[in-house]
């Protein structure tokens, strides 16, 4: 618990209505979006300001008190859990959108802004901000930069730390740094803008934003392509890429996610179908329906069993919004529903798929595949129950083997839901312990005292890995991709 006389500073600071510490609230910020993890945080505090954020920053480190900024909680990383405790600090309070600036195509906001209202704002000036995560509808602006969130339109346009290009932030000892601005260029000293995007909030709080737009695209149109078999689906999207085409969004889903989506959203999705690729461009209309016949003749050539392209707008925006629609379908199969991110080089995708299938095989769980082909990012999710614990233990173990397939397929173990506190006991296989020791010497010199967000990133404990060439099953079913110690502590407290 907080010390009286810290309670009556936070209060001083944010006024008393906006700091809560009674067991509603602090349960409420024990958890995010993210399955099995929950800490109880000793406060909440809600900001109104900048220099309120930089207050609450100078109690808390002469106290040395843990704090926690969020947005939403809706990153499926575990974030924003506050797993030592200290002050949880939600931004949603600084929500305004500052400006839009036509000659510059900028435009400025409060990191608390919601991801929905930005883009609506946006695009009622003509404009357009390509990022578009499937939470958009929830998440906010700042959770997106500290994240480095990504989107359906990626390949094309690409994800969040393409667009930021300002910041104004909150270091540890309540200094205010302010960084890039309305510039499109600007190489002086070291890009902290960039190094910012995707800190998870473990290197300063992210109070203000300056991000870069584009004109609003003219014309938009849809198309689905069916296949019967996992090769052809990944031999379009390769064939797709090669005949120098972009789609604005290429996407894929597994037979098992098609059924589900299809139960759910009504659409007309070939159930009976292995894969699908749902594609969109948008731009000059000329240009679009050009790409779309491309396209088309892509996708049969390559095997497609079917393409049926949208015949209107709104026929086009059920097939992304199904599309869109995946994690809240797949959650009505079970009670818990853990969704991953794991990207690879897009001619890897059928691969990783098969060896989705088989890792879940291996283990006896239910997994199922979808995400963004066209830049190799798959979400395998599985469907399982947080009260059955040696189903759980069965899951994290097939994670971790899908985990080690992406990287030794080229890929990384995470494309755009960040590392924070479920993914740290694997980010040493990607950076290595150089990377590791450099990233602690940034965390170092921005937060000496480590009270923002500790837990993140760096696990307590290290695993190893040892990549092997696949066994039959005849063999003992052993892992595709090697072999991790075992019986190391997680981060939350569980047997790894």
Known sequence: MLEQSVREQLQAIVGPKWFKDDSESLVSYSYDATPLYQSMPDGVVFPASTEEVSGVMKVCAEHKIPVIGRGAGSNLCGGVVPVQGGIVMVMTRMNKLIEIDQDNLTATFQTGLNTKQFHTAVEAAGLFYPPDPSSMIICTMGGNIALGAGGLRGLKYGTTKDYVIGLEAVLANGDILRTGGKLVKD????????????????????????????????????????????????????????????????????????????????????????????????????????????????????????????????????????????????????????????????????????????????????????????????????????RDEEEIHRVEKAFEEIFEAAIRMGGTITGEHGVGLVKAPFLEWKVGASGIDIMKRLKDAFDPDHILNPGKLFAETRKRIVFTEPQNEGEGGGSASGQTAAGQDRPDGREA
């Open 187 to 386: 190489v002086a000293g070291y890009d902290l803008t960039r190094l910012l995007v995707g800190s998870g909030g473990t290197l300063a709080i992210l109070t203000e934003a300056t991000v870069k737009l584009v004109p609003k695209p003219g014309f938009r149109r849809s198309m689905v392509a069916m296949y019967s078999d996992l090769g052809s689906a990944a031999r379009s999207v390769s064939q797709i890429v090669a005949n120098r085409i972009t789609p604005c969004t290429l996407e894929f889903m597994d037979k098992a996610t098609i059924r589900v989506v299809e139960d759910f959203a009504r659409i007309g999705l070939p159930v009976d179908a292995e894969a699908i690729l749902a594609i969109e461009q948008d731009g000059d209309e000329t240009i679009v329906e050009r790409d779309l016949r491309l396209i088309e003749d892509i996708c049969r050539k390559e095997g497609a069993i079917q393409v049926k392209v949208a015949a209107t707008p709104e026929e086009g925006a059920k097939v992304m919004e199904a599309r869109r629609s995946a994690l809240a379908a797949l959650s009505r199969l079970r009670p818990t529903t853990i969704l991953e991110d794991a990207t690879v080089p897009r001619s890897k995708i059928a691969e990783m798929v098969l060896e989705v299938q088989r890792i879940a095989d291996k283990y006896d769980v239910q997994i199922c595949t979808f995400g963004h082909a066209g830049d190799g990012n798959l979400h395998p999710t599985a469907m399982t129950d947080a």
